[in-house]
């Protein structure tokens, strides 16, 4: 037999160590290519920390944080405003975007001085901007409880200019939610509350100027002059209360002699306004003359403001005194003569407390409505 296997069992032998050589070869070039896409992955992602910084899916680019479809960016800022951690929350509009300015204030952080206060401290801790002291037990460190009182958000999602709490409760300082209020601490005055919607609308509501926080007028603090104001008006209150117990004094004797068991409806409460009982007042608006006889009558009349004199037939504009119902010291002169096409004629007076030194006058008079005239009285009765 010819040595024809021999030959053959070389053949194959190096057929397969051809073979071999070529698949070593292969497996070399994909642990090569391998390595060159692990490399080019990883320089890739160092260019991407480095340029947009991708955490959790937000871009944060330079000077704003843009929302993507579908999410909210929850907040969480240091003192030296710099972004710390973002988480997924409730779902804003589409594409919202919120400055780096803004978010570094989500704590009451940015800029010094009125517009930029941070939350006042209470119980040991700094609430959020437009917090008030009172409402301080919604808030913990990680999280607040929604005016509904069911719902809790982060904390970070405090005033980030998205209203997160059903009925609101976590945006008192922006005008995202409208159920809420900011708190004015007014330091050097008394305290107040505004709506949020009024919140940077560019109008300082607060003495303090702390509601203008984050718009571009920047208010003046004016809570010293306001206290000096609110101190001589209660001196005013003062003054007009010592007058107004004297009032009430000769309204019962004068009653008592009358010899009315009841109070006479009017003279107001406490009787304070038998001091009005019969005296009348005049006052000069544009064109026009009013007389106001104290529970009788008001009328109106052309005034010639040349001549000094009447230039026109006079008008009643209520004969019929009553006291409104309700605490507030209000009353309307009603039957009045009839408007041409309207109804009679009738006066709603509003009673202010006055400084007895400076005396009694009307200081407003106007037709309100159709035949529906608005007066205004200061006097000490009201005090």
Known sequence: MLPRFRNDDNFDKGRRGWKSGKDDAS??????????????????????????????GYNVKRSEIVHPAGHHAVHVIDANEEIEQMALATEPPQG??????????????GDDGP????????????????VSPAGASRFTPVDVLCFDKQTRVPIAAMNDDFCDCPGGGDEPGTGACPEDSFYCP????????????????????????????????????????AAAASRETERTREAGRALQQRYAVAGRAAKAALGQGDQNPAWGPHDAFHHLDGKCFATISTDYKYDLCWFKTVTQSGWDA????????????????????????????????????????STKVTFVCGDPVA???????????????????????AC
């Open 27 to 56: 497996t070399g070039r994909w642990a090569l290519w391998t390595a060159v896409l692990c490399v080019g992955a990883v320089f890739l992602l160092l260019v991407l920390l480095l340029t947009e910084h991708e955490l959790l």
């Open 96 to 109: 919202h975007v919120v400055s780096r300015t803004t978010v570094a204030r989500v704590h009451g952080q």
């Open 115 to 130: 517009n930029g206060q941070a939350g006042i401290a209470a119980g040991g801790q700094t609430l959020p901007r437009g």
């Open 186 to 225: 007014n330091a050097g005055h008394a305290p107040a509350t505004v709506v949020s919607a009024r919140v940077n609308d560019g109008v300082c509501d607060c003495c303090d100027g702390s509601d203008e926080w984050g718009s571009e007028n920047r208010c003046s603090n004016t809570c010293q002059d």
């Open 306 to 345: 040349a001549a000094q004199s009447k230039k026109s037939p006079t008008h009643s504009l209520g004969s019929k005194w009553s006291w409104d119902p309700g605490p507030e010291l209000k009353g309307t002169f009603e039957g009045g003569a009839n408007c041409f096409n309207g109804p009679a004629r």
């Open 359 to 381: 005396g009694e006058e009307i200081t407003r008079i106007q037709e309100d409505e159709k035949c529906i005239y608005g007066l205004t009285f200061v006097t000490a009765a």
